[in-house]
């Protein structure tokens, strides 16, 4: 199917790996040049070179901490204060305990994975909407739907962006901008086997064996790959998704056990 997004830019944050990088990589197979981000350099022009050289189309990097003004400055100056789609994305908070986040943990979630998005969105959806034209998708989480314990600080600030998005997407769809969130269930990157390795730890067993159970714990029996995320992403950004207005869509295999 051909997405008719061809010839469009693209801000992809947090994007040198993993779900960001799908999403960069399915953008760029369609035709859309693209400005990602991530902190490391090094990896970053790695990868915007490897996408630029497969799909030849123009990426430009921006090493810079995308939940810190600085950084969203930076690269907002890469794109010269516009873009046609934006792909929200940062690292996720911490895993931990309820009892024992004080205040600035709170506000350091809610920075990085609610306040930047909703700045990023603010900067660019105007220009969106003057020209008649915008894709916004936001990478939260399965967490947003179906609570995960240890990653309360997740929880919280994921869920204020929904909200956010819930409301300020009906008011732009009628400009032709469309904005919508993607929640990653459990994928294959980096995070999870992060995260894999918090559960060898907590269960006493091996990380391969903590990978075993939550994987035999989704319908489809493995983890998520980035492709499979960015071909989500992609279609959202399409302009056949031109009817998908504030939507949360899971891409989790089927783990979260609901009829709706
Ligand atoms: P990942 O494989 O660890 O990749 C994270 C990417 O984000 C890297 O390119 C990293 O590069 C960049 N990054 C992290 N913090 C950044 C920052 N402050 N500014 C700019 N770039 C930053 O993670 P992932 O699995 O793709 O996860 C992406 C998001 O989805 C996270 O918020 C995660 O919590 C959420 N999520 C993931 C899963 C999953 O199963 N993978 C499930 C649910 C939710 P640098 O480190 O060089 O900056």
Not at 84 to 97: K, Y
Not at 151 to 158: D, E, F, Q, V, Y
Not at 171 to 197: E, M, W, Y
Request: proline share 3%; aromatic share 4%; glycine share 12%.
């Amino acid at each position: 199917m051909d997405l008719g997004i061809t010839g469009k830019r693209a801000l992809v944050c947090a994007a040198s790996k993993g779900l960001g990088r799908g999403c960069a990589e399915a953008l760029a197979a369609e035709g859309v040049s693209l400005v990602i981000n991530a902190r490391g350099r090094d990896v970053l022009t790695q990868t915007a070179w490897e996408i630029a050289d497969r799909y030849k189309v123009e990426v430009t990097p921006v090493a810079a901490d995308i939940t810190t003004s600085e950084g969203r400055e930076k690269v907002l100056e890469a794109l010269g204060g516009q873009a046609d789609i934006l792909v929200n994305n940062a690292g996720g908070p911490p895993p931990g305990n309820w009892l024992d986040w004080d205040r600035d943990d709170f506000i350091r979630a809610i920075e990085g994975n609610m306040l930047s998005a909703v700045s990023l969105m603010q900067a660019l959806v105007p220009g969106m909407m003057e020209r008649g034209w915008g894709r916004v998708v936001n990478i939260t989480s399965a967490a947003v739907r179906a609570p995960i314990a240890q990653l309360g600080l997740s929880n919280t600030a994921r869920t204020g962006l929904t909200g956010f998005v819930a409301g300020v997407s009906r008011q732009v769809a009628g400009k032709g901008v469309c904005i919508n969130n993607l929640l990653p269930g459990l994928h294959d990157t980096d995070r999870a086997t992060a995260l894999d390795t918090g559960v060898s730890q907590a269960q006493g067993i091996t990380v391969a064996e903590a990978r075993a159970r939550r994987e035999a714990a989704i319908p489809t029996g493995r983890y998520g790959r980035a492709e499979d995320f960015g071909a989500a992403c992609a279609f959202l950004c399409s302009q056949q998704a031109r009817f998908i207005v504030g939507q949360n869509l899971m891409l989790d295999g089927g783990a979260n056990n609901a009829t709706i």
